[in-house]
């Protein structure tokens, strides 16, 4: 079984629209994550959560906004969709003090259009 | 600020030779935590190998490193490269001490085994 879920798998949307990336992590992990992955820009850290409080934000635009409802659950909304957004999304975690050592999700693709 | 630097773009040998992707660091953290990421295509990454301990070896899946301070290198080498090695490798960084939450990669180092 999946111990990382991100859904969808894959995105399309259009420039300007809004949507949600969902991530579920069934390792018993305090510590949840955002990544984004494009051809310009390896693996970009955006945010980093421990028992649902942001810990570091190093994504510029307010367009991101990483939702925690639950302790197992880091979700990622993204407003005002542009082109630029296109890439693959990584949720991912660890254990509360062992933030290095990260559990990455299987991903969703997101493609602006 | 901290950061990482890798062996840049694109490492093409052939199978049975050795591997060797260099990796250095830049940091303020006094106790340095360093990790080998692989990313194979179309996967996400995954930790291949993590030390804390100065001068000390740590091996994987037949890959190793040695962190050593003085020079600030953790070097990703393996013996004999194998076909299934061809992925995008990262290497980064971290502090054991600090409540930092952040993990600060390199850019990623393609490597390409050919038969």
């Known amino acids: 079984d999946p111990k990382i879920i991100q859904k969808p798998k894959y995105l399309v949307a259009v420039t300007g629209s809004e949507k949600i990336l969902i991530c579920e992590q069934y390792l018993g992990h305090n510590a949840m994550y955002w990544y984004r992955q494009s051809a310009k820009k390896p693996l970009e850290f955006m945010f980093s959560?421990?028992?649902?409080?942001?810990?570091d934000n190093q994504t510029a635009s307010s367009r991101f906004q990483p939702q925690s409802s639950k302790k197992n659950h880091l979700d990622l909304q993204i407003t005002a969709l542009k082109p630029d957004d296109s890439a693959t999304y990584f949720c991912?975690?660890?254990?509360?003090?062992?933030?290095?050592?990260?559990?990455f999700g299987p991903g969703t693709r997101l493609t602006v259009l | 600020g901290d950061s990482v630097t890798q062996t840049e773009g694109l490492v093409t040998l052939t199978e049975g030779l050795p591997v060797m992707l260099n990796c250095t660091y830049q940091t303020i953290y006094s106790n340095p935590f360093l990790f080998w990421y692989v990313q194979h295509l179309n996967e996400s990454p995954r930790l291949l190998l993590k030390s804390f301990t100065d001068n000390k070896r740590t091996e994987h899946q037949g890959f190793h490193a040695t962190l050593h301070k003085s020079s600030s290198s953790f070097h990703l080498q393996k013996s004999s490269a194998q076909l299934s090695d061809s992925a995008l490798y990262y290497c980064a960084l971290s502090d054991r001490d600090t409540n930092a939450y952040k993990v600060i990669f390199g850019k990623g180092t393609h490597l390409h085994v050919l038969p």
């Open positions: 991912a975690s660890s254990q509360d003090k062992d933030w290095g050592e990260q559990y």
């Open positions: 959560y421990s028992y649902q409080k942001l810990m």
